[in-house]
């Protein structure tokens, strides 16, 4: 007797690579600053002060102390930085950007690979633009000033999570540089 | 008291299930993260996924024993937080050597063969990911024709109720489960016209902790106990084992291992001291696969 064989199940292995890059770092770099002429990378290492002053504001668990982060330039002025980022997804994780300009204010998110069953309409523009405008004095939580996504609500959650957390970086270790 | 209370609460559960339509918040998918234990998270609207469910029960202490139960569920989002699942069972036994208590001559070596169909209707009622915890209610009409244990031709039909909690953290890393199930079965043997009926009542509790991407690890825990006649506990039994998981985007698969630790009443000249190996075996294996469509 082999049940295997004698299965009433139909083959479900079925394992396909779905999951997709949708932009590079660059394209959402020239996407958030299209008039910006250059992008200078900084590597940004927390101290464990900064840190606590991050968890703190953001409401959010810091996961990393490093992260790569960009200056967009127009003739050598200041425009505004990209912050490149990830979040747990369900599976793996979830790499998005974010832009923030001189006055704090997102510029722009854009979700740059996704790679889970469910939950990919985060990357909708409609969704996603609902971030542009707010800064580090907003509440940017689910349900109240961040529409949510039925259906999505672990991606829309973590999403959320990690921009609210990258405003406060900004504004502790960023802003003033 | 306690049979009704019981009964009350799953008239409760009943009630919610189907008249909640209202409440609150979707979740996201309901990938099993553990082979026995439920978590609260239900299909998103217009989502579906197959499973193959096989579970393997072995070991009575005396003689042979393996029963291998299969199921083919097809699950579907109806709301982003009410699903709907439809399951075709299967069945086989093999069974020699005394290895059953209450008829030490039965000998059975089947081949799997249909056992029934189950419906099942889950309804999520609090989120994981936005509210203190997660909160969702199960119902499950079940037709089955073979025994469990003795392979028996029967016709049963159970009313499965179940109330699923779950707690999230780490950014949802760790997850913790808690099933509590209800179950009045109805059962009429074929052979000898017999009739019974019995009250199942199990609590399910477990962890599961994401170790790196698309695997977890987990540990679950179950108690399982039965009320013939609806009247006075028979037999109850703990089964604590670990599981693995893994999820990609398209399909996931559920591995658990689930030996009984304690178990009673004892039956004497068979071994395992501390288990019940009447109604129970002295090992449960379950495999879940599932595609993602």
Request: aromatic letters at 6%.
């Given at each position: 007797m082999k049940p295997l064989y004698y299965s009433l199940s139909v083959p479900v292995l079925v394992a396909t690579a779905?999951?997709?890059?949708?932009?590079t770092v660059d394209q959402a770099q020239r996407s958030f600053f299209p008039g910006a002429d250059s992008f200078v990378e900084k590597q940004l290492e927390l101290s464990a002060a900064q840190t606590t002053q991050i968890e703190t504001r953001s409401r959010t668990r810091m996961r990393l102390k490093r992260f790569r982060v960009w200056e967009a330039l127009a003739h050598e002025q200041r425009m505004g930085v990209v912050i490149v980022d990830e979040v747990y997804g369900k599976h793996e994780f979830i790499t998005y950007a974010m832009a923030i300009d001189l006055s704090g204010k997102i510029a722009g998110v854009e979700i740059l690979t996704y790679r889970e069953s469910?939950?990919?309409?985060?990357?909708?523009a409609q969704w996603r633009g609902q971030f542009v405008g707010k800064s580090a004095g907003d509440q940017l939580e689910l349900d109240r000033d961040i529409r949510n996504i039925s259906g999505a609500t672990l991606s829309c959650q973590h999403v959320t999570e990690g921009i609210r957390r990258n405003l406060a970086l900004y504004h502790v270790a960023l802003a003033n540089n | 008291m306690f049979y009704r209370s019981l009964i009350l609460f799953m008239a409760l559960l009943t009630v919610l299930a189907l008249s909640a339509p209202l409440l609150l918040t979707p979740a996201r998918a309901d990938e099993n993260l553990w082979g026995y234990l439920y978590g609260t998270d239900t299909l998103p609207k217009g989502s579906s996924e197959i499973y193959n469910w096989l579970t393997l029960r072995t070991g009575k202490g005396k003689g042979t024993y393996r029963g291998w139960d299969e199921m083919l569920e097809l699950e579907h989002g109806l709301t982003d937080r009410f699903q709907a699942s439809f399951y075709l069972k299967g069945r086989s036994h093999r069974i020699a050597g005394g290895a059953l208590d209450d008829d030490p001559g039965r000998s059975l070596n089947r081949s799997l063969e249909f056992n029934g169909v189950n419906v099942a209707f889950k309804y999520n009622l609090l989120s994981v990911y936005k509210d203190l915890f997660g909160l969702s209610l199960y119902l499950e009409p079940s037709y089955s024709r073979i025994h469990g244990v003795t392979g028996e031709r029967m016709s049963q039909f159970g009313l499965e109720t179940k109330l699923m909690l779950q707690k999230n953290f780490f950014d949802d890393q760790l997850a913790l489960a808690y099933n509590l199930t209800v179950e009045p079965e109805w059962a009429k043997f074929k052979a000898s016209g017999e009739r019974e009926k019995e009250l199942e009542l199990e609590h399910t509790a477990g962890a599961s902790y994401r170790?790196?991407?698309?695997w977890f690890l987990g540990l679950e825990g179950r108690y399982h106990s039965e009320y013939p006649e609806f009247k006075a506990r028979e037999h109850g039994a703990y089964f604590l084992g670990p599981n693995v998981h893994y999820g990609a985007e398209k399909w996931w698969f559920t591995f658990t291992f689930l030996p009984q630790i304690w178990g009673r009443p004892h039956i004497a000249?068979?071994?395992?001291?501390?288990?019940?190996?009447?109604?129970?075996?002295?090992y449960e294996f379950r495999l879940k696969i599932a595609y993602v469509f």
């Open positions: 779905h999951g997709a890059q949708f932009l469910y939950g990919g309409e985060v990357r909708r | 170790v790196m991407p698309n000249n068979r071994g395992g001291g501390n288990l019940h190996l009447g109604e129970h075996e002295r």
